[in-house]
């Protein structure tokens, strides 16, 4: 049995649209990048080269190519401390031609959402994250179901078209 494609892997083979739905209020809490940004470090939006990673490369090579990259994040507020460290280094995302959405959990109540975040590239291949209570990644599961990546494209759009654009959000 062949294993289960990678993010990276669908990533380099998407050609229309890659969308990440995010949902919870904190990730990998132990991230290198977080524990900078808490002990006081942040990044120069100017100074390219002290921020840029292999990640954003390949998000601007797909966007390069014409790639739909979108990630939309629902947030409780006032926001925990992980989602203000997202929020100030979204300019990282932004850069590579990814597009960032805010949603206030708030403004959520009426959708139905899925039980964990994913991407979905091309509206085919739905990879879902699993992680712990804590935010730690435990796996990911890569599925094809119709059923299930129409359930996810659904949600997705429908936070999207609420979402607040990057530029525009402010955190409260």
């Known amino acids: 049995m062949a ?3 990678t993010l990276e892997d669908l990533l380099r083979g998407c050609t229309r649209s890659a969308l990440h739905l995010e949902t919870r209020d904190g990730y990998m809490r132990d991230d290198p ?14 100074d390219r080269s002290s921020w840029w990673s292999p990640w954003l490369q390949l998000i601007e090579e ?8 979108r ?3 629902v947030i409780s ?20 031609g990814e597009q960032v959405r805010w949603l206030p959990r708030r403004q959520a ?16 291949h739905l990879l879902v994250h699993h992680f712990s209570g804590e935010g730690d990644f435990i796996d990911d599961e890569v599925t094809t ?9 659904s949600a997705f759009e429908a936070v999207w078209a609420r979402a607040v654009p990057h530029e525009d959000f402010r955190l409260t």
């Open 3 to 5: 294993a289960a494609p």
């Open 33 to 46: 990048l977080f524990l900078h940004w808490l002990s006081g470090r942040r990044h120069d939006p100017a």
């Open 62 to 69: 797909a966007t390069t190519r014409g790639v739909d990259v």
């Open 71 to 73: 990630r939309a994040r």
């Open 77 to 96: 507020e006032p926001a925990s401390e992980y989602i203000r460290f997202e929020h100030e280094i979204t300019f990282r995302n932004t850069a590579s």
């Open 109 to 124: 109540t009426d959708l139905a959402l899925p039980g964990n975040d994913f991407w979905l590239i091309d509206g085919q």
């Open 145 to 153: 179901d119709p059923r299930t990546t129409d359930l996810c494209a």
